[in-house]
């Protein structure tokens, strides 16, 4: 049973920055591609990013390209979101999530690709 669990979340100020982390256990993580999104509320669940199980290539969202880092560490079955520069518009609960199926390319831009979800973690940014 593929489980995740999200920490890092916190409040800051705007500007400040937040290091997300996402430990996965009870499946092959490395051969998993994973992603991050996340829901303000009363707002629809919004992707953020996806990264391959590679590492090699990830992918963002325009509303944080060139903010946010996500990276993956196979060694510690560990996912992660460097957030830089945050802004307001970016508090919301952030959830990590792993593909359906292993090997397979997933991207942000469809939940649908997601098949296991974290609780998620909160974060507030207050300007």
């Known amino acids: 049973q593929a489980q995740l669990g999200e920490s890092g979340g916190g409040s800051v100020q705007a500007g400040g920055s937040l290091r997300l982390s996402c430990a996965a256990s009870g499946y092959p993580f490395s051969n998993y591609c994973m992603g991050w999104f996340r829901q303000a509320p009363g707002k629809e669940r919004e992707g953020v990013a996806s990264?391959?199980?590679?590492?090699?290539?990830?992918y963002y969202a325009d509303s944080v390209k060139g903010r946010f880092t996500i990276s993956r560490d196979s060694s510690k079955n560990t996912l992660y979101l460097e957030m830089n520069s945050l802004k307001p518009e970016d508090t919301a609960m952030y959830f990590c999530?792993?593909?359906?199926?292993?090997?397979?390319?997933?991207?942000?831009?469809?939940?649908?690709?997601?098949?296991?979800w974290g609780q998620g973690t909160q974060v507030t940014v207050s300007s």
């Open positions: 999530a792993a593909a359906s199926r292993p090997n397979r390319w997933c991207s942000f831009q469809s939940s649908g690709d997601f098949g296991h």
């Open positions: 990264i391959l199980p590679d590492g090699e290539r990830a």
